[in-house]
């Protein structure tokens, strides 16, 4: 067990070789959020050319067990861990570390509405392929839903769906709905834009649509690892969010860098989408929601970070309870797959592209100038995939 008196380690950790800092503490952040705030959890981000001898000497700092780790064969370096404030004030001090910032809880981007029948699912597909997707296959594409989970069984997938690594907790489905109706949108054969894409689950929300920040950092860095590993052209999806995190965006941008195109969700705050995460970050493809008549969500947020539109609501999508459950949900949590699909669907036609011409070919293809109440700012661009 682990020293209780950590002010007795200050003067060797500070002794170590090219341990200490040659300038000032490092930063300590917290998102905007506070009532999302884990009191004394943070996620400690390491510099990207750390070595594990450096991860494993601030593992030692604290009283207790890390409950996230990320060595340095990982694109997101670092820890996450319940730390008194006197070892907090020790790892600020030293080289390695880049910056500390306070874990918080992060949640699913959906405004719920009912479990559809199977004629309100009739109902809600007319209106989600009246913007003729002239929907394509995705074949040779893998998809990871980073999410509440993938039910695999369901009949949408075909078998096409592989529930792959869990950090919510120790169910190894979907207990929630979210991700299933997500995945759907993406791949499913009645209701996804691509409907021959392999399908991936990384579970990061629990039953509840909700997580932590380090949580959704420890699926993006399994994706970011996995999908090099693998003979497809990948996506992946986070249809969730919560307050501005720079640990959560340093993670999305690990993924991109890692040649993962990443759709993310706006967010469902009718506010600037630069103050939520992951919808802030640069290197994503951040997609705001449209409704069926072409007018832009009342509650989506909005910005010149948002890269692209797409229909979020009223969508209907594959859920759980049975293989056949479906639900209409609304929300950017429903936009986002929408251009992931697109992404898989563009892979698939167009060949091998980097994440961010992926995005900016989205965007090229896209519809301009149709949607009514854009705010100002936010680009006027209806995702679309081209077909006549």
């Not at 007795?8 to 952040?29: D, F, V």
């Not at 970050?281 to 947020?301: L, M, P, Q, R």
Request: glycine share 10%; proline share 4%; charged share 15%.
């Amino acid at each position: 067990m682990k020293t209780a008196a950590i002010l007795s380690l200050l003067p060797l950790a500070l002794a170590l070789p090219g341990q200490k800092r040659s300038g000032g503490s490092a930063p300590i952040l917290k998102p905007r959020d506070v009532e999302a705030l884990l009191e004394n959890n943070y996620i400690v981000k390491m510099k990207d050319d750390v070595s594990q001898a450096s991860i494993d000497h601030v593992d030692e700092l604290f009283e207790g067990e890390a409950y996230q780790k990320w060595d340095a064969d990982k694109q997101f370096k670092g820890l996450a861990a319940q730390i008194s404030a006197e070892a907090l004030e020790i790892i600020a001090e030293l080289e390695d570390v880049e910056y500390i910032e306070q874990d918080a809880i992060i949640k699913i981007d959906y405004v719920p509405e009912e479990v559809s029948t199977p004629e309100t699912a009739k109902r809600a597909l007319t209106s989600q392929t009246a913007a003729s997707w002239g929907l394509g296959p995705g074949s040779g594409v893998c998809a990871y839903v980073i999410d509440t989970g993938i039910l695999t069984s369901h009949s949408q997938f075909g078998g096409r769906a592989t529930f792959l690594a869990n950090y919510a907790d120790s169910s190894n489905t979907d207990g929630n709905g979210h991700g299933t109706h997500v995945a759907g949108t993406i791949g499913g054969s009645t209701y996804g834009v691509s409907k021959q894409v392999t399908l991936y689950a990384v579970k990061v929300l629990d039953s509840s649509g909700s997580g932590t920040n380090s949580g959704v950092i420890s699926g993006i860095n399994y994706v970011a690892t996995d999908a090099p590993k693998r003979s497809c052209s990948s996506v992946a999806n986070m249809s969730l969010g919560g307050s501005k995190s720079t640990a959560v965006n340093s993670a999305a941008v690990a993924l991109v860098r890692a040649g993962v195109f990443l759709a993310v969700a706006a967010g469902n705050s009718a506010a600037n989408a630069n103050t939520f995460s992951p919808a802030s970050e640069t290197t994503a493809c951040t997609v705001g929601a449209t409704t069926s008549s072409d007018a832009f969500a009342s509650y989506s947020n909005y910005g010149n970070i948002v890269d692209i539109l797409a229909p979020g609501s009223s969508i209907v999508s594959s859920y759980i309870g049975s293989t056949s459950a479906t639900a209409t949900l609304s929300g950017t949590s429903m936009a986002s797959p929408h251009v992931a699909g697109l992404g898989a669907y563009f892979l698939a036609l167009q060949g091998s592209m980097t994440p961010a011409a992926l995005c900016t070919y989205i965007r090229n293809n896209a519809i301009s100038g149709v949607i009514t109440g854009v705010p100002s700012g936010t680009p006027n661009l209806l995702a679309y995939n081209g077909a006549a």
